[in-house]
């Protein structure tokens, strides 16, 4: 037994006296390390994440409230061609389109090209400070907001969704989620619309259609 721990102790003693005579060695090649550490992170330019989650209700019905009327009226039979509301696919289809981040680029281009360009793009009069280079394609620029905007669904249940983005600006990462947001109402406000005059139109149609109906069958009867 104390063979094994003078063996033990030995070994120990082998390893240690090697380190102990390069030193110096170990100890510059932890400060280099720590070093090129601190180099890169400060180096990295700072990155801000804004955030929102939407949520949507989804209606157990499966139908929006012109169809849950209708189904307890004389008129259900019309109630199949009505349209439900906008679902939360639809509210995410529409986040990641690249018709969004284009209305949202137009609506958000100095500060976004002030963000990606502040060597080269001039904010305060809102154009490129060297008129002879060519300037950055526009759909290269949309495509570059659709890298740094996030659609995913909720972690919880379907009903919600969570879209962030990611800048070198905090304040700039909270705009670009609220235009998205406000760009995602206009766009459910202009589909909500169609939805409605369809909808409209599919009833007058209808109503005219069983007008006529009941005209030929008044008719019938009167012949009778």
């Known amino acids: 037994m104390n063979e094994k721990n003078e063996l033990n102790e030995i070994d120990l003693l082998d ?8 030193k110096k060695a170990f100890f510059g090649l932890c400060v280099a390390i720590v070093t090129l550490a601190v180099v890169y992170a400060l180096g ?15 209606q157990q019905s499966g139908g929006g409230g012109l169809s849950s009327l209708l189904a307890s009226s004389p008129l259900a039979g019309m109630a199949g061609g009505l349209g439900g509301g906008s679902s939360m696919n639809t509210m995410t289809s529409l986040l990641k389109s690249r018709t969004m981040a284009e209305n949202v680029f137009q609506k958000l281009r100095n500060d976004l090209l002030a963000d990606w360009f502040p060597q080269d793009w001039d904010a305060a009069n809102q154009k490129w ?11 290269v620029l949309i495509s570059n907001l659709i890298q740094s905007v996030s659609v995913s669904p909720g972690v919880k ?6 879209i962030s983005a990611t800048f070198g600006n905090p304040e700039l990462s909270k705009k670009v989620v609220a235009a998205y947001l406000d760009e995602l109402t206009i766009l459910l406000n202009k589909k909500d619309l169609t939805v409605a005059q369809r909808n409209k139109n599919f009833l007058e149609q209808q109503l005219i ?7 030929e069958s008044a008719k019938e009867l009167n012949d009778f």
């Open 15 to 22: 390893l240690f006296i090697p380190i102990w005579k390069h």
């Open 44 to 58: 990295v330019p700072q990155q801000f994440k804004s955030s929102a989650t939407i949520m949507t209700l989804e």
């Open 129 to 139: 400070k060297n008129t002879k280079q060519e300037p950055p394609k526009e759909q």
């Open 157 to 162: 249940d379907k009903t919600t969704a969570d």
């Open 209 to 215: 259609n069983n007008k006529e109906t009941l005209l």
